[in-house]
C-alpha cells in the first residue's frame, strides 16, 4: 500500500493564562512531535485518554487546526493549513468526518436531503446532485425519501446514518471518526461499525477512526495508535498492540478501558 497520509515533527502549542500581567507567555501543548503514516486503503485506530491528544491529531491532519510546529503531506502534496478555504477544497473533496454527537453535528432547520447534499454544492461537484443523495441515503441504510424529513424525526442510530451520508457524498478518499460511535446503544453502535466495514470493503476508503471502545478498534481497524499527553506512545498492528503492548502505559490503558463486544445487529 502507497503512503497517503504523512505528518513529521508535528505539533501544536495553545496559549495559557499567565498568574502575571507583565509575565512570559505561557503554552500548554496539546500535541508533541508526531510523526504518523497513512497507509492507503488501512484502517487506523486512535487510542488513549481523554485529553491524550487524539482529536487535536485528526484535527491537525484534515487542515480543520494549524500546527505550531510541523508538516503534512496528503498524497505527496503539502497540506497548509493556513490557506484560505478555497485553496483547502482540494483536501476537503479527498476527506470526510463524522463526529460524536449525531444530533449537535446536523443542522435542525435544513432537510436531510441538504445536510447530505451540502458537500456537494460546497465543494462544487459536478453531475446530479439530488440523485446523488438519494444513492448515498440507500447507501447508509436509509429510503431515499427520507429526504425530505429533518433531524429530530430520526432516532440516534438514524441520525449518524445521516452524519455519515453527508460524509461520504463527495467520495472522499479518507474518512474520519472522531468517536462516533460513543453516544449510541451497543445495538446501534454494532450496526453503524458493521456499516463502516462494508464501505470501506466496497469503496476502498482509508479509515482514521478515534475510538475509547477498544472493541472498536480492535474489530475494524488493522493498525492501531496509542496516545499519552499529546504524545504518541505506541503503535504498530492492531493484534500486536492490543495483544502484545510493548509499553506499561499502554498495558494500564487496556485493563481500565471496558471492552463492548461489537457483536452484530440488524439495521435501525
Known amino acids: 500500500m502507497t503512503t497517503l497520509i504523512r505528518a513529521r515533527g508535528l505539533t501544536r502549542r495553545y496559549p495559557a493564562p499567565t498568574a502575571r500581567l507583565f509575565g512570559p507567555r505561557a503554552f500548554t501543548t496539546g500535541l508533541e512531535d508526531a510523526d504518523i503514516d497513512v497507509r492507503e486503503g488501512s484502517a487506523v485506530g486512535i487510542i488513549g485518554e481523554s485529553g491524550s491528544g487524539k482529536s487535536t491529531l485528526v484535527r491537525l491532519l484534515l487542515a480543520l487546526d494549524a500546527p505550531t510546529a510541523g508538516t503534512i503531506e496528503f498524497d505527496g502534496r503539502p497540506v497548509d493549513a493556513g490557506a484560505s478555504a478555497r485553496s483547502l477544497h482540494w483536501l476537503r473533496r479527498q476527506t470526510g468526518i463524522v463526529f460524536q454527537d449525531p444530533y ?7 432537510s436531510v436531503g441538504r445536510i447530505v447534499g451540502e458537500p456537494l454544492w460546497a465543494l462544487g461537484i459536478e453531475g446530479d446532485r439530488r440523485a446523488r443523495v438519494r444513492e448515498v441515503l440507500e447507501d447508509v441504510g436509509l429510503e431515499p425519501d427520507m429526504a425530505e424529513r429533518f433531524p ?27 468517536e462516533p460511535l460513543s453516544a449510541l446503544d451497543v445495538t446501534v453502535r454494532a450496526q453503524i461499525l458493521e456499516l463502516l466495514g462494508e464501505l470501506r470493503a466496497r469503496d476502498g476508503l482509508t479509515l482514521l ?3 475509547h471502545d477498544i472493541g472498536v478498534v480492535q474489530n475494524l481497524c488493522d493498525e492501531v495508535i496509542v496516545m499519552k499527553d499529546g504524545r504518541i506512545v505506541e503503535e504498530g498492528p492492531t493484534e500486536k498492540v492490543l495483544l502484545q503492548p510493548q509499553v506499561s502505559y499502554t498495558r494500564r490503558l487496556l485493563a481500565s478501558i471496558p471492552v463492548i463486544d461489537p457483536g452484530v445487529g440488524g439495521r435501525s
Open 209 to 211: 477512526l478515534v475510538s
Open 104 to 110: 449537535a453535528s446536523l443542522d435542525p432547520r435544513m
Open 152 to 178: 429530530h424525526e430520526f432516532s440516534g442510530g438514524q441520525r449518524q446514518r445521516i452524519a455519515l451520508a453527508r460524509a461520504i457524498a463527495h467520495r472522499p478518499r479518507v474518512l474520519v471518526g472522531d
